[in-house]
């Protein structure tokens, strides 16, 4: 999470002329709400041309070669931990799962090429989501996959990116984005850590994720992260085709219990959560049946990350939605709920080790708080910083943002 860590917005040359909230502001009572109001016939029709050897193109991700391209650039060049022990490696199975979301458009899978070359050099894409801020809900390009060649860095490319998706969007009459970093830039609506649960712990030692703690020995680690073979919730099983629509009103129920969520469409839901038989897993979601209805539901995605020294992978599961019954009691049970996903997300432990994943990641986010420590999640150095473009939304609490008292 390098970066400016300094909350003066004169030090952001870029980000000062963008429509996002300043540092300092946030106090002050204000609505939520744009920033700035404009026309799609004031957009626009052409992109900002480029510095001289360099084009504009978009990328085909259903063609495997240039998928392929977008993989390279990423694995080589896109984000690593302060260290540079490890970098995130995006399987062409995830890069399509997470860019061609229902609504996808191939003008939002934005690169730039060398023009005698050829060479992908630098990238930027967007999904259109529906997210809801506290009681208002908007269409919004979630940006992602923003990367620039090592070799081109510091020279200001990356706004000419942001600009032109930007640009993109509100051509489609978009107005709104929504985007993550590890980085501080004016200025984050919520602020989550990262939280990491090792499954293999030797393996996470070897390379240097794990340091073996003060006085302890492998063995005890070993054992201290060690998890049954089988799950114990009565009534789990995978997630199917036949259970989106109650998974969504589930989800739906769920979600309202936070100020900021995305509104999951059925379709939305199929491709978030189903996985694809016919690739290799990069979603595992399953739901708990009883006496025919959908009463708990969980999901987990696995997103590779390069170990830089020695050319093998961590797989990596990242706890992704979830939602149940238990918290939807009224009025609201914590104890019940503290219980009800602390037996959930073991099972989801038991399940990512199952499926070969080497440590399960988390954040400090919706109702986590109430099962990290007791699932032997320790804190990590990450912090997420969740942003807006185009909205001020008084600030969102990172922690544990529901909007019931935990
Ligand atoms: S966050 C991951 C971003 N990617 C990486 O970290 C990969 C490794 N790094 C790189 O490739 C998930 C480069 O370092 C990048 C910057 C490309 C990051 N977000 O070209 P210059 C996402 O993909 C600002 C936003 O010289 P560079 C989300 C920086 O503060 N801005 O830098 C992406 C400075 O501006 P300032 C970032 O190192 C969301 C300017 O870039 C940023 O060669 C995008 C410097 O540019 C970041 N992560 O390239 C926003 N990192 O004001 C979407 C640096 O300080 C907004 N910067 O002078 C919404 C658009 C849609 C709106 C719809 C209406």
């Not at 640009?167 to 929504?178: E, K, M």
Request: aromatic residues 12%.
């Amino acid at each position: 999470a390098s970066g400016k860590n300094v909350k003066d917005m004169g030090a952001y040359k870029f980000w000062q002329t963008q429509p996002v909230p300043k540092f300092g502001e946030e106090g002050a009572k204000v609505e939520d709400g744009p920033l700035k109001m404009q026309k799609v016939e004031d957009i626009d029709k052409e992109p900002q041309p480029l510095v001289a050897g360099f084009e504009w193109v978009t990328v085909d991700l259903m063609d495997d070669g240039e998928i392929k391209e977008v993989y390279e650039l990423l694995n080589g060049h896109y984000v690593e931990d302060d260290e540079a022990m490890f970098r995130f490696n995006y399987i062409p199975e995830v890069l399509r799962w997470a860019m061609m979301a229902p609504g996808w458009q191939r003008k939002y899978h934005i690169g730039v090429r060398a023009s005698q070359s050829r060479k992908l050099v630098a990238f930027i894409s967007a999904i259109p989501v529906q997210i809801r801020v506290r009681d208002k809900t908007f269409t919004s390009s979630e940006v992602n996959f923003l990367c620039v060649h090592k070799k081109l860095r510091g020279k200001r490319l990356a706004p000419v990116l942001i600009k032109e998706v930007t640009r993109i969007s509100n051509l489609d009459g978009v107005w709104q984005g929504l985007y993550t970093a590890g980085v501080v830039l004016p200025r984050p609506v919520s602020t989550s850590r990262y939280y990491h649960r090792a499954l293999n712990w030797k393996k996470l030692h070897a390379c240097g994720f794990s340091p073996l703690p003060a006085g302890s020995k492998p063995e005890y680690q070993v054992r201290k992260y060690a998890l049954p073979e089988t799950t114990a919730t009565k009534g789990l099983r995978e997630m199917q085709d036949k259970d989106v629509d109650a998974v969504v009103g589930l989800l739906k129920r769920y979600l309202g219990r936070y100020n900021m969520a995305p509104e999951f469409a059925a379709e939305e839901a199929r491709h978030w959560f189903l996985p694809k038989k016919d690739s290799k897993q990069v979603i595992w979601s399953y739901v708990v049946e009883d006496n025919g209805k959908i009463t708990d539901f969980f999901s987990f995605f696995c997103v590779e990350s390069s170990i830089i020294k020695n050319n093998d992978v961590l797989r990596v599961a990242y706890l992704f939605y979830y939602a149940s019954e238990a918290g939807l009691s009224e009025p609201f049970d914590k104890p019940a709920l503290k219980t009800r996903l602390n037996a959930l997300i073991n099972d989801a432990l038991i399940l990512a080790k199952r499926a070969k994943l080497d440590v399960f990641n988390a954040l400090s986010l919706m109702d986590n708080a109430l099962f990290l420590e007791q699932q032997k999640f320790g804190a990590g150095d990450g912090q997420l910083h969740y942003y807006l473009f185009n909205y001020r939304a008084s600030p969102i609490s990172g922690g544990v943002n529901a909007k019931n008292q935990l």
